[in-house]
């Protein structure tokens, strides 16, 4: 089984310039989450969605971050404009869906973001 | 306030030993999930194992057990027999209700195997 992708791996920009991340979940999970983890911290959530709907954003700085997910499958995280304290890690995960507290998120490998 | 409190922010054991790895939390509901995730230096999160805050028994997979002790809200990541390749950071978690919100890391616990 196919685990979650997430491209690309790195990225460095300046700031105030714009950046997509995407992923795509491991098949048939119909939640998908983006996190941040910034250097020596756990991930935060930033969204969570459930199919193609959002269920959590509330730590989403929606300034300028945005998060689509329009066919309940792939998923794309936006950043615009960038800021030197986006600088992190950009974690993708997906879960079966199925509302317990027991289910299990499933990682990707990130994409490491470096602003200048 | 901090909703998983992780108080050792690097470990360290000898190849073939055993090591726990403190996790305290806090919630005011019955109802709720431990995880702990591994993250080697390639990035990726690997969940290692789950405990349910009804669940009798402590948590066991392979070489991790949790200790639960729900009266006094830890869960501690038990590896015996400690491997090189276990060097990594280990994130707890949780997550408070049925519906997966709320799920909170850690701040993580950087453990280095000795050989």
């Known amino acids: 089984e196919a685990g979650v992708a997430q491209s690309p791996r790195y990225k460095i920009i300046e700031k105030r310039q714009s950046v997509a991340f995407w992923c795509n979940p491991i098949?048939?999970?119909?939640?998908l989450y983006w996190y941040q983890q910034i250097l020596g911290q756990g991930p935060k959530l930033l969204i969570q969605f459930q199919n193609n709907g959002v269920v959590d954003d509330s730590q989403l700085p929606k300034d300028r971050f945005s998060a689509e997910r329009l066919k309940g499958v792939d998923s794309t995280l936006k950043i615009q404009p960038a800021k030197l304290e986006d600088s992190a890690v950009y974690l993708c995960?997906?879960?079966?869906?199925?509302?317990?507290?027991?289910?299990?998120?499933?990682f990707g490998p990130g994409t490491r973001l470096l602003v200048l | 306030a901090q909703k998983i409190t992780q108080t050792q922010p690097g470990m360290f054991v000898q190849e073939k030993e055993a090591v726990t790895l403190d996790c305290t939390y806090d919630?005011?509901?019955?109802?709720?999930?431990l995880f702990w995730y591994k993250q080697p230096s390639s990035g990726e999160m690997i969940f290692l194992i789950y405990?349910?805050?009804?669940?009798?028994q402590n948590a066991t997979e392979g070489r991790y057990s949790l200790n639960f002790q729900k009266a006094r809200k830890s869960a501690n990541l038990v590896i015996s027999a400690s491997q090189l390749g276990d060097s990594a950071m280990y994130f707890c978690?949780?997550?408070?209700?049925?519906?997966?919100?709320?799920?909170?890391f850690g701040p993580g616990t950087r453990l280095s195997v000795l050989p």
């Open positions: 995960a997906s879960s079966l869906g199925g509302h317990t507290r027991q289910e299990t998120q499933y």
């Open positions: 098949s048939g999970h119909a939640t």
């Open positions: 919630t005011s509901d019955q109802s709720y999930g």
């Open positions: 978690a949780m997550r408070e209700n049925n519906y997966g919100q709320n799920f909170v």
């Open positions: 405990q349910g805050s009804y669940d009798e």
